[in-house]
T-cell receptor, first 115, second 112 residues
Framework: SAVISQKPSRDICQRGTSLTIQCQVD?????MFWYRQQPGQSLTLIAT?????????ESGFVIDKFPISRPNLTFSTLTVSNMSPEDSSIYLC????????????FGQGTRLTVV | EDKVVQSPLSLVVHEGDTVTLNCSYE??????LLWYKQEKKAPTFLFML????IEKKSGRLSSILDKKELFSILNITATQTGDSAVYLC????????????FGQGTTLQVKP
């Protein structure tokens, strides 16, 4: 199983500022995923982070708001830009297990509160 | 559009009760269905199901998939207060990228 270290664990930010969340995987993975979980809601995929190319964003999410970096096969960052209180959520990174069709593993999550 | 629907959305039981959580899915080129337990932030993996009719068990938890009727159930027997959590069902579809589509989750509260 993969181990994913995510930080920060939580943060309280002022509106209009930006926060960068980091995820480090203990093994090389082709793709990493960033999810958002708004209060009381389930997980929604923001984007798929590909190494060596631009991230692929889901409907309703744009690169200007959620820029993603993927400099190598073990690391990715997600930035939440120009934050508003509506961005208050848990943000989770994820990576597939080794081998096709295996379970996905998650980082510890970042609880973001925008005031 | 692919979707995963869970029911009930919330459930309150007493210790020792048995619960059944439901998950139905409509996913293009279905590959697998996964169950997770979420207590704080990070979901923890419970089961992955790919074949119909084969029950997976782990202690008091078990799960089974019906690919004909497009649903799965998660059973928890002899519930304990530590089982209180949100249980998430997710499905992986046609792409082999690992992208998951999540249901709304079932919030389970087990009272002493």
């Amino acid at each position: 199983s993969a181990v994913i270290s995510q930080k920060p664990s939580r943060d309280i930010c002022q509106r209009g500022t930006s926060l960068t969340i980091q995820c480090q995987v203990d093994s090389q993975v082709t793709m990493m995923f960033w999810y958002r979980q708004q209060p009381g809601q389930s997980l929604t995929l923001i984007a798929t982070a590909n190494q060596g190319s631009e991230a692929t964003y889901e409907s309703g999410f744009v690169i200007d708001k959620f820029p993603i970096s993927r400099p190598n096969l073990t690391f990715s960052t997600l930035t939440v830009s120009n934050m508003s209180p509506e961005d208050s959520s848990i943000y989770l990174c994820s990576a597939p297990g080794q081998g096709a069709g295996t379970e996905a593993f998650f980082g510890q999550g970042t609880r973001l509160t925008v005031v | 559009e692919d979707k995963v629907v869970q029911s009930p959305l919330s459930l309150v039981v007493h210790e020792g009760d048995t619960v059944t959580l439901n998950c139905s899915y409509e996913v293009t080129n279905f590959r697998s269905l996964l169950w997770y337990k979420q207590e704080k932030k990070a979901p923890t993996f419970l089961f992955m199901l790919t074949s119909s009719g084969i029950e997976k068990k782990s202690g008091r938890l078990s799960s089974i998939l019906d690919k004909k009727e497009l649903f799965s159930i998660l059973n928890i027997t002899a519930t304990q207060t530590g089982d209180s959590a949100v249980y998430l069902c997710a499905s992986r579809g046609s792409s082999n990228t690992g992208k998951l589509i999540f249901g709304q989750g079932t919030t389970l509260q087990v009272k002493p």
